[in-house]
T-cell receptor, first 113, second 108 residues
Framework: DSGVTQTPKHLITATGQRVTLRCSPR?????VYWYQQSLDQGLQFLIQ???????AKGNILERFSAQQFPDLHSELNLSSLELGDSALYFC????????????FGPGTRLTVL | GQNIDQPTEMTATEGAIVQINCTYQ??????LFWYQQHAGEAPTFLSY????GLEEKGRFSSFLSRSKGYSYLLLKELQMKDSASYLC?????????FGAGTTVTVRA
């Protein structure tokens, strides 16, 4: 158990819908990272927050957005969902926000039908 | 851009040694990480190298040569539970860029 929690564990929804994934970092960690993992793409970095502020952005679609709240939990919002958005979404946390060792949560499996 | 290459699959026998190579070309470098990932589960941290040389941690060791853009993960005394995907990741610009992973299958 890494200490990072993610909810929900599974999510099934329809195309065009909007969902919110939630992540709580390990106690004491200030950084949250979001990744998408699909079978044909591997683990892709989406976005990082450090102490409430966006720090780095990867290949995140405009339909996706995220934020980190004052209590350091983070939410990833996915809208206008498409079939290709079906994937495992991982959240990871780290202490400092630089090139930290990142500890991953159990992931949310999103299925878009 | 980032280019991180590692073999797709490797097979080895229980009790043996396997070496997983990773080569990288990245625009920045703040360290190299290895993660283990069992199917459908979260990646778990194995090792971190920022300086050249070998880091040993129990049955797992990791080596880095920054001048060659090369790292390897060495798994000794293989056990069945070591069957998993092993991900090489390069840290730069506040993020990790991951390779596609090497699936290691351990046979009895």
């Amino acid at each position: 158990d890494s200490g990072v929690t993610q909810t929900p564990k599974h999510l099934i929804t329809a195309t065009g819908q909007r969902v919110t994934l939630r992540c709580s970092p390990r106690s004491g960690d200030l950084s949250v990272y979001w990744y998408q993992q699909s079978l044909d793409q591997g683990l892709q970095f989406l976005i990082q927050y450090y102490n409430g502020e966006e720090r780095a952005k990867g290949n995140i679609l405009e339909r996706f957005s995220a934020q980190q709240f004052p209590d350091l939990h983070s939410e990833l919002n996915l809208s206008s969902l498409e079939l290709g958005d079906s994937a495992l979404y991982f959240c990871a946390s780290g202490q400092r926000g630089g090139t930290d060792t990142q500890y991953f949560g159990p992931g949310t499996r999103l299925t878009v039908l | 851009g980032q280019n991180i290459d590692q073999p797709t699959e490797m097979t080895a026998t229980e009790g043996a040694i396997v070496q997983i190579n990773c080569t990288y070309q990245t625009s920045g470098f703040n360290g190299l990480f290895w993660y283990q990932q069992h199917a459908g589960e979260a990646p778990t941290f194995l090792s971190y190298n920022v300086l050249d040389g070998l880091e040993e941690k129990g049955r797992f060791s990791s080596f880095l040569s920054r001048s060659k853009g090369y790292s390897y993960l060495l798994l000794k005394e293989l056990q069945m539970k070591d069957s998993a995907s092993y991900l090489c990741a390069v840290g730069n610009d506040y993020k990790l860029s991951f390779g596609a992973g090497t699936t290691v299958t351990v046979r009895a």
